[in-house]
């Protein structure tokens, strides 16, 4: 049986970065540094918008608040969790749990419907009753008569709802967003934004989201810029 987390106070930080800094190998030889020494601190419980031209650095910070990658050098905590001492099998469970991510192409599995790609998160949750849930996701963004469809009979605006049902159904309390409507047209983009932030509400979420959109970005509660791999500004309101 899955034990419910206790949510953590809105005043603490959800998601804290401590000099992380991010560098490859570059094609041409040396070192090409992504992130330089970025630290930032995000509440419990509030939204957040990454933004920045691109190369800035902003879906690879993103990635590294959710566990994907590891940083070079700095700390990240997230969720009471120093990433850095987790395994990549601690690393997985905690993603499993705690981070729900939305992706700018969707990454839905072509051969499986709706219902089944919100069911593999759920199941790697640990949730029970997971079918049920998954179920109860989709039809919470307007899908519930669409989930035995494959992603191929579904629109563009449909795969990011599913993409989203995925994302939330273990309710986690870190949502990060990489460009969630960036590939679709203005009308389905403002019916996902508005289903991010009534998840957001509702799940008592912490909302993380990389746009270009500044119209989107605006109605985020913290705005955080990047430039060349450093925080050039992190305001509220």
Avoid at 52 to 59: A, D, E, F, N, V
Avoid at 78 to 88: I, T, V, Y
Avoid at 219 to 228: D, G, K, N, P, S
């Amino acid at each position: 049986m899955v034990v419910p987390r206790p949510r953590l106070p809105y005043a603490q930080a959800m998601l804290e970065l401590s000099a992380v800094t991010k560098s490859f190998p570059s094609p041409e030889g040396g070192i090409l540094t992504v992130l330089d020494g970025v630290s930032l601190s995000i509440a419990a419980g509030t939204s957040a918008a990454i933004l920045g031209p691109s190369g800035s650095g902003k879906s690879t910070l993103l990635g590294l608040m959710a566990g994907l990658d590891k940083p070079t050098s700095g700390t990240i905590r997230a969720a009471g969790k120093d990433l850095g001492s987790l395994s990549e099998v601690q690393l997985a469970a905690f993603r499993a749990r705690n981070v729900g991510f939305v992706f700018q192409s969707f990454h839905l599995l072509q051969h499986f419907d709706a219902l089944q790609n919100v069911l593999i998160a759920a199941e790697l949750a640990g949730l029970d009753d997971a079918e049920a849930k998954a179920g109860e996701a989709l039809r919470r963004v307007g899908l519930g008569e669409r989930m035995h469809h494959v992603p191929a009979k579904l629109s563009g605006g449909e795969c990011q709802r599913v993409a989203l049902a995925r994302a939330v159904v273990a309710r986690p309390p870190i949502l990060l967003c990489d460009e969630p409507t960036g590939s679709l047209d203005a009308k389905n983009a403002d019916v996902v934004f508005a289903l991010l932030k009534e998840l957001h509400q509702d799940l008592h979420a912490t909302l993380v989201l990389v746009t270009h959109d500044a119209r989107l970005g605006a109605q985020m509660a913290q705005h955080i810029a990047l430039e060349r791999g450093r925080v050039v500004e992190a305001a509220h309101g």
